[in-house]
């Protein structure tokens, strides 16, 4: 934990996000926020269409059938 922290607080003053942000054209537009707002709300509902399919695996099969599936998933992502 400690080791994660350090790095957290590192990467918060070397960055140094508080110089650069206010300079950039970024969130300028309302167009923008429109556009940031549903690139989240996507991206929050495949996490919970993934977390409520999952949900419905375990109780029609068993844990294991997720372990499988899960494991196969990771290869793929390594073999891609």
Known sequence: MQKL???ALRHYYTERWW????GSPWLDDPKDVLV???ITTAG???AFIMSMSEFELVKETTAVSVMVIGGA???FRIWA
Not at 19 to 22: D, F, G, M
């Open 73 to 75: 998933g990771s290869k």
């Open 44 to 46: 929050a509902a495949m």
């Open 36 to 38: 940031d707002l549903g």
């Open 19 to 22: 110089v650069t942000l206010p």
């Open 5 to 7: 922290l350090t790095r």
